[in-house]
């Protein structure tokens, strides 16, 4: 069974940083590109950042470029996102999100998230 | 990378059917065939429903259909029932492997 698993969310203050992971298991991790994916409490979806399977490229959402890094490691079947800088604005549930398992291209095995609370 | 617009919420009646519009720019929605929609149920993941504009992935049901003219996509639902009573988000490929999604419809079944 394809599976995502996310942790490492929590309360974190203003200014300050996390780093988030995500388990893959049931696919062959190192053939797919991946997503970050959050919701901010009672809002919608919100595309992060992306990485491709061979971390060659990488791409960011405007609202969270050179504070938010997007990396993986293959052998360890693991995607990550390390945030600093956090703002109230970044409280969320992020997801992670495999392309193309099932759908080519598109983000169609999601994690069930972690929550991130940016809060004095 | 601005959201796509949807309408905040839509109703109906078991049976009847529902349509939520999706309207973007020529650089997402109008650019690419690349439309999706997803179900999300309160405190549930995303789970993809139509993909390519108007693909359905093996298992979900051909109630659900979508379409697209311009810069605007459309899912529609037929027959509604009790358990399509969640929010809907559209989806587009926005360039440069990044996507946009809109702000999401809340499903009403009465």
């Known amino acids: 069974e394809v599976q995502l698993v996310e942790s490492g969310g929590g309360l974190v203050q203003p200014g300050g940083s996390l780093r988030l992971s995500c388990a893959a298991s049931?696919?062959?991790?190192?053939?797919?590109?991946m997503n970050w994916v959050r919701q901010a409490p009672g809002k919608g979806l919100e595309w992060v950042s992306y990485i491709s399977s061979s971390s060659s490229t990488i791409y960011y959402a405007d609202s969270v470029k050179g504070r938010f890094t997007i990396s993986r490691d293959n052998a360890k079947n693991s995607l990550y996102l390390q945030m600093n800088s956090l703002r109230a604005e970044d409280t969320a549930v992020y997801y992670c999100?495999?392309?193309?398992?099932?759908?080519?291209?598109?983000?169609?095995?999601w994690g069930k998230g972690t929550t991130v609370t940016v809060s004095s | 990378q601005s959201a796509l617009t949807q309408p905040a919420s839509v109703s109906g009646s078991p049976g009847q059917s529902i349509t939520i519009s999706c309207t973007g720019t020529?650089?997402?929605?109008?650019?690419?065939?690349?439309v999706s929609w997803y179900q999300q149920h309160p405190g549930k993941a995303p789970k993809l429903m139509i993909y390519d504009v108007s693909k359905r992935p093996s298992g979900v049901s051909n109630r659900f259909s979508g379409s697209k003219s311009g810069n605007t996509a459309s899912l529609t639902i037929s027959g509604l029932q009790a358990e399509d009573e969640a929010d809907y988000y559209c989806?587009?490929?926005?360039?440069?492997?990044?996507?946009?999604f809109g702000g999401g419809t809340k499903l009403t079944v009465l």
């Open positions: 049931g696919f062959t991790f190192s053939s797919y590109n």
């Open positions: 020529s650089s997402d929605v109008g650019g690419y065939n690349y």
């Open positions: 989806c587009s490929y926005a360039g440069s492997s990044t996507w946009v």
């Open positions: 999100a495999v392309e193309g398992v099932v759908i080519d291209y598109y983000m169609d095995v």
